[in-house]
């Protein structure tokens, strides 16, 4: 059952991982984007729903 900020949630969630992505130096390999997007998602998570997908996010690299 949403509890009414589920999309608010989710919503700062997946600006946290580009911000991480930001971070790095131009020249990083794909590889290390995507783990270093993740990372971002799951250490930016709000709400349990959100923090849920960012966990299934670790993935995405694979």
Known sequence: MADGDTGTNLHLTMLSAPTAVEALPDDMCAAVVWQ???YGA???ARGNWASSSARR???WPR
């Open 57 to 59: 996010s670790g993935g």
């Open 36 to 38: 270093t997007m993740a």
């Open 42 to 44: 799951l250490v930016g």
